[in-house]
């Protein structure tokens, strides 16, 4: 619904709208927009202690209004006089005129904006696009020989990081004539991480197989 003030160059007209202005920072919701745009250029200027409200908020819009415009300015008096109802027309057409297409008086996007604009694309398109399966792997691996320290063995399988690659829980399990083999379950994102690229290229290759002989895929599972 429009909201429309009228002589806004009147006592009444100010005392109007300071009272709409008593608990609220601007004139449509929480941030500035072209309504507040719109009714500052009807207000002549600060009206002072008289209407602490609208003083607050015109203070307010100014302070905005500066920040977009950095030039030193010189300092500009407007001279004569206008016919009291034509002056009333113009300053109350720009609050009841709802068109976007009103002058910008911010100019173009800052590079902050810019950027802030294409990391909320960029997180619709991500929040948009459907999440990648993941899948539970149970993987043996096994030791060289009965000799192998297998704290170390262990150690060298968790220093392998990858995106997508979640370590989980493990044990030793007895093979025979001394040997233990590890056992760990792993959590991978498909679209990220190859179980056999995992092993052929990381676990089983330099430096990992100094205490890594070979290892072999137990469980496969889909989440």
């Known amino acids: 619904m429009a909201i429309t003030f009228s002589d806004l160059h009147t006592e009444s ?11 609220k920072s601007y004139i449509s919701g929480d941030k500035l927009t072209k309504d507040d745009i719109k009714v500052y250029a009807a207000v002549l200027k600060n009206p002072g202690d008289s209407f602490p409200n609208v003083s607050e908020w015109y203070n307010c819009v100014s302070s905005k209004i500066a920040t977009s415009f950095p030039g030193k300015a010189v300092g500009v008096s407007l001279g004569g006089k206008a016919d009291p109802a034509q ?10 005129d709802d068109d976007d297409d009103d002058i910008d008086l911010f100019g173009e996007e ?16 991500t929040a948009k696009k459907k999440e990648s399966g993941k ?7 096994k030791p060289w ?40 379950m792993l959590t991978i994102v498909d679209d990220l991480v190859s ?18 002989q070979s290892c072999d895929i137990v469980a496969f599972n889909k989440i």
């Open 13 to 23: 007209g100010l005392n109007s709208l300071n009272d709409f202005l008593n608990g």
């Open 135 to 141: 899948s539970s792997v149970l993987l043996d691996v």
């Open 87 to 96: 002056s009333a027309e113009a300053e109350a057409s720009p609050v009841a």
């Open 110 to 125: 800052t590079e902050e904006e810019k950027k802030a604009a294409e990391e909320r694309e960029a997180a619709k398109k």
């Open 195 to 212: 179980v056999d690229t995992l092993i052929e290229e990381h676990l089983t290759a330099e430096p990992h197989n100094e205490y890594i």
């Open 145 to 184: 020989d009965d000799e192998t320290d297998m704290k170390k063995l262990e150690e060298a399988v968790r220093s392998v990081e990858m995106p997508g690659l979640l370590w989980g829980a493990s044990k030793l399990v007895a093979v025979g004539y001394g040997i233990k083999k590890l056992q760990i």
